[in-house]
């Protein structure tokens, strides 16, 4: 293994260990939310254990297991109408009335145990209905509505109660299957827990991967936005209701198996501790945030606070007080925690690292290093001036059309004996960048936000590969091709391209710079297989791409690092990485083949001292990122044009400049074609050609890639 | 240790509001931006190294430009005139009651020059050379009052004192025979303008690094307590100018921008920068932009389809603002980015209109259609 490989390892441990980016990537994780409530359970779990003899025993474990899961069937059903983005005060209630139906059908109507527990469930789903009614199609306040129905059933549940509890005291049947829903166990879990877990499962694949589950949650973020999606709003909170209703109804047929009775504080108080519950999980009182775990996690939270203050022997009333608290404190949260979650990412998402800046050769005129300022390209010829949008690739086809991609997702192309001729090629969409023909004349394109495109000699647009294997032990989701930048074609067919960040955007790239961290990756698509795969994961953003002439490596320009890489595809040191030039006066971008055998490189910045002197200070940055405005960031030199010729052996035989960037700043790209360079410029106005002395006036990039003027056969 | 240096910072911004550490005004009202200064018209040849002008009871105008002062006469100011060479750089002039011209003279002190070519000198106050003497004023009495800039630094090196964050700055009172020296302000932020009133009764100081201009009511030969008039101006303030209404025209040399503040509040990146990157690339307000290569350059500066907003962060800039006789800002020249005439370092109303010094592109500028000319 090479140092440079060795040195990468260093430089991978340091982008694992950075605790901020860690945190900054955790907190963008949608299963991040509920680690608050989730550490409390944990806690509390842990202080019980300490304080309370055997509870950390399978028997304790399975006992409350028993005791909490008709509470988690009610809490369930609050968890759901918060989503909706009302609430269901009613569940308790409708809890006891519903363990009283249960009784009812059992004892005084003599059904048999399943026919009890879908009376029941219906008896439920048909309380809920009422408010589904009332709320769904009449529009009442979900608060009032579910306030007055609670006072209803319960009066009614008591009078009930009243009438037949002698009733129920007195008798008993003897039915296996009732007895099995109180007392009997799955695979050593109580039957009222496990079917409470299956519910779950069934409930979170509902809410979170079915129309259905998208459709309540939509109406819980938004009724008038939902309404206008063509969400049917009104059936849809009916059902949530019912639903609601059903569940609590679940809780009570279990609750009435396990007991047997009913009394006057059957579910009094439920609707608080489910309400207290579900907030502390992170469901949102406004609506349209919350699962069924954690919705679970705080009803688990509630329950062993209570069940555990109750064991070491604090009076009722204290708990009840407690609960208070805590349902303030969650609410308080919730509110805090929903609106400045996005701002703590913010502030922490871009962490500087040191950038190991090779030294900076010289580029005075005077000076007599091979990088030495000229005024080249200050004459160059300009074509299609002010009708391209910034051509940050340029190519040219067997026919002599010159193709450039533009901004707004076009790909220009300019015919005719002056180029005057200007048509959109093809419309893409995204921002296309690096471009390259196949063998069939296909015009393969890196879009940026897309992943690599194609498109037909007539113009039709094609997917090539939008996605690449996912880093398993990565934070942030890799898969998708953020910003695919430049590629070439191997001569086997593969199409080898740089990604040149993993954690920005096209508009935001230059953050990446500035972060100086290793977040690119070279990624090659094989289009005989259709198969991507990462080939490098952590480069410092890399940039062109050039299959060398024998089709053995691939140059790769870093443009943090001011670098040119190379990769080895083919022959003994396949694998390999290396070094190929170790130090440029600028940021790298496109490397193209020259007529002559060797390569073209276009310099999109320029190095200054200040900003050498920035990379090695990651404070500094930082701090500029967080307390200067974006347009006044330290940047490098942008403003001039470079391109520079460089052989196999990596060094660099002549320079082309546009000192001040008159004619060519931001210079990106240039491609040879029959003794003419063309330059393409991401801001620039133009494509530019200039003639070249020592071109060759038959050299053609086709020809080099596909026909006579290739290279890599003898 | 470093966050608790930035939180005193922000606490020191918070609690004390007139602080010169303070969030840059945005250019608006009378400061809002135009092109008037690069519609001047040059007066002749290029001026490389104009700094300073003063008008002659005759009306000629006597222009300080490297180390010569020239005499500009006739219509237009189209004759020219060596008056004086010096062994340093000339800056501010003033022309004294009894005819002679005052010159700052980087480096030696005050010259005080006499019809017959005679010179006289000043080279030190209170036992300390005058190495960096910036402006001269007379007042009507003859009382001379100069402003040192900088104890550290010399007048080309102003750049290094505003990134050292000096306040290193004097004023001193002298004689009409440039006798007595006595010093009447120490520790000022670079005092780069001294007028005094048209009646003669307040003495005007511009200080750069603290962006402000003051006042103070002149006693004989000393002054009374200095009041600030304008805090917080968006640059840096140089030279104070007589304007024909009996205001100021000020001229200010550059503009703060957000990442210049930001630097000078970063003390490592700072040293590391003054110690290892040679002066005309460091992050700091500068009189022109070359175009170099290796300048600091700020991401809004990009050139976008061929063309550099105005607006973009300025490294050069040109602003002349007009004060009235109370100090307040009634009106403004600029120069944007991407304009001719940058690095204002004078401005002042003369006979035959408002002239201005382009430090920046060694430009005497001659503006004549306004209504104050």
């Not at chain 1, 067997?398 to 450039?404: A, E, F, I, N």
């Not at chain 1, 400049?657 to 063309?678: A, F, N, V």
């Amino acid at each position: 293994m090479s140092i440079a490989a060795l040195d990468r390892r260093t430089q991978r441990l340091r982008y694992a260990w950075s605790p901020r980016l860690l945190f900054a990537e955790l907190l963008m994780k949608q299963w991040f939310e509920p680690v608050i409530p989730f550490t409390v359970m944990v806690a509390l779990a842990v202080y019980f254990s300490l304080t309370i003899p055997d509870y950390a025993t399978a028997r304790n474990a399975l006992s409350l297991m028993r005791l909490f899961a008709e509470f988690g069937f009610v809490a369930l059903g609050m968890a759901f109408t918060l989503i909706s983005g009302g609430i269901d005060l009613s569940v308790g209630a409708i809890f006891a009335l519903c363990n009283f139906a249960a009784l009812f059908c059992l004892f005084v109507l003599g059904l048999p145990a399943w026919l009890t527990v879908l009376a029941t469930v219906a008896t439920g789903a048909v309380l809920g209905s009422m408010n589904g009614l009332l709320i769904g199609y009449l529009k009442a306040r979900p608060f009032l509505t579910t306030l007055v129905t609670l006072i209803i059933l319960r009066a009614g549940v008591n009078l009930l109660n009243e009438r037949f509890a002698t009733v129920f005291a007195t008798n008993s049947v003897d039915s296996d299957a009732w007895d099995f829903l109180g007392e009997g166990s799955v695979l050593g879990i109580p039957a009222n827990a496990a079917a409470l877990l299956l519910v779950l499962i069934v409930g979170h694949i509902f809410l979170s991967r079915s129309r259905y589950g998208w459709h309540l949650t939509a109406i819980g973020a938004s009724r008038k936005a939902a309404r206008h999606a063509g969400i049917r709003v009104e059936r849809m909170l009916f059902a949530t209701y019912v639903l609601s209703g059903a569940l609590c109804a679940l809780g009570g047929v279990f609750y009435a198996a396990r007991q047997g009775s009913t009394d006057s504080t059957t579910g009094l108080g439920w609707e608080f501790q489910a309400l207290t519950a579900v907030v502390l999980g992170g469901a949102s009182l406004a609506g349209g945030r919350g699962t069924v775990w954690r919705a679970m996690i705080g009803a688990l939270i509630i329950f062993m606070l209570i069940n555990g203050l109750v064991r070491i022997g604090i009076p009722g009333y204290v708990t009840s007080g407690a609960m208070g608290v805590i349902l303030l404190a969650a609410v308080g949260i919730d509110v805090k925690w929903s609106k400045n979650r996005g701002k703590v990412v913010q502030k922490t998402y871009v962490n500087p690292a040191r950038v190991p800046l090779p030294a900076c050769p010289a580029i005075a005129r005077a000076s007599a290093s091979p990088f030495a300022q000229n005024d080249r390209l200050v004459d160059a010829e300009a074509i299609g001036l002010d009708q391209v949008e910034g051509p940050e690739d340029v190519i040219l086809d067997r026919q002599d059309r010159v193709y450039g991609g533009t901004r707004d997702g076009n790909i220009i192309r300019f015919s005719g004996p002056r180029f005057e001729r200007r048509e959109v090629f093809a419309h893409i969409g995204g921002r296309p960048l690096g471009m390259q023909f196949d063998k069939d004349e296909n015009l393969i394109v890196c879009v940026a936000g897309m992943g690599v495109y194609g498109v037909r000699p007539d113009g039709a647009v094609f997917k090539v590969t939008d996605e690449t294997n996912r880093t398993w032990y990565k934070l942030n989701d890799d898969s998708r091709l953020r910003m695919a930048d430049d590629l070439d074609i191997a001569p086997d067919g593969k199409i080898y391209f740089s990604d040149c960040t993993t954690r920005y955007e096209m508009t935001t790239n230059a953050l990446d710079i500035i972060e100086g961290r290793p977040n690119g990756r070279l990624v090659c698509h094989d289009p005989a297989t259709r198969k991507t795969s990462t080939l490098i994961s952590h480069f410092y953003f890399p940039n062109g791409i050039c299959v060398a002439h024998d089709g053995r490596s691939v140059f790769i320009a870093s443009t943090t690092l001011c670098q040119i890489y190379r990769y080895w595809i083919a022959g003994p040191r396949r694998g390999e990485l290396e070094v190929a030039i170790d130090a440029l006066p600028g940021n790298p971008d496109n490397i193209n083949r020259a007529s002559d055998g060797t390569y073209w490189l276009a310099l999109v910045g320029i190095r200054t001292p200040t900003f050498d002197l920035a990379a090695r200070k990651p404070g500094f940055r930082l701090r500029m990122v967080k307390q200067v405005p974006g347009d006044e960031w330290l940047a490098p030199g942008l403003n001039h044009g470079c391109v520079l010729r460089f052989n196999e052996a990596g060094e660099i035989l002549e320079s082309f400049w546009d000192p001040t960037g008159i004619s060519h700043s931001t210079l990106t790209s240039m491609r040879e074609h029959k003794g003419y360079l063309y330059l393409g410029g991401l801001e620039n106005n133009r494509i530019g050609r200039i003639k070249l002395d020592r071109g060759d006036p038959g050299w053609t990039g086709y020809a080099a890639y596909w026909g006579n003027k290739r290279r890599d056969r003898g | 240790m470093a966050v608790l240096t930035h939180f005193l910072r922000d606490m020191h911004q918070v609690l004390f509001r007139d602080a010169e550490q303070h969030a840059i005004p945005s250019m608006d009202g009378a400061l809002s931006p135009n092109d008037a200064l690069d519609r001047c018209r040059p007066v002749g040849e290029a001026l490389p190294g104009a700094d300073d002008v003063a008008e002659a009871p005759d009306g000629a105008l006597y222009v300080s430009a490297g180390p010569r002062v020239l005499r500009l006469s006739g219509p237009g100011y189209a004759e020219r005139a060596a008056v004086a060479e010096f062994p340093g750089a000339a800056g501010g002039l003033a022309l004294h009651p009894d005819g002679r011209l005052l010159v700052c003279v980087a480096g030696h002190g005050l010259a005080a020059i006499d019809a017959a070519g005679g010179q006289r000198w000043l080279t030190e106050a209170e036992g300390r050379p005058l190495h960096c003497l910036t402006s001269v004023a007379v007042a009507p009495d003859g009382t001379i009052f100069a402003s040192e800039g900088s104890r550290l630094n010399l007048p080309e090196e102003w750049c290094r004192d505003l990134l050292q964050r000096n306040r290193a700055g004097r004023v001193i009172a002298c004689g009409p025979g440039l006798d007595a020296p006595q010093v009447l302000l120490r520790d000022l932020a670079y005092p780069h303008g001294l007028a005094v009133s048209p009646d003669g009764r307040f003495l005007w100081l511009a200080e750069s690094w603290r962006h402000r201009v003051s006042r103070a009511p002149i006693a004989g030969r000393g002054i009374g307590p200095l009041a600030p008039v304008i805090r917080n101006l968006p640059g840096y303030p140089a030279r104070l100018g007589p304007a024909a209404d009996g205001g100021f025209w000020l001229a200010i040399f550059a503009l703060r921008t957000h990442l210049i503040e930001f630097v000078l509040r970063e003390d490592d990146f700072r040293d590391e920068m003054m110690r290892t990157v040679a002066p005309e690339y460091w992050i700091g307000p500068a009189l022109a932009t070359s175009g170099d290569a290796l300048e600091p350059m700020q991401s809004g500066g990009i050139k976008a389809l061929g063309i550099q907003k105005p607006w973009a962060p300025p490294r050069s800039y040109g602003l002349v603002a007009r004060l009235d006789a109370e100090g307040e800002i009634v009106e403004s020249l600029h120069s944007r980015v991407g304009g001719r005439y940058h690095g204002v370092t004078a401005a002042r109303d003369v006979a035959q209109g408002l002239v201005i010094v382009s430090k920046g592109h060694g430009r005497l500028l001659l503006e004549t259609s306004g209504a104050n000319a």
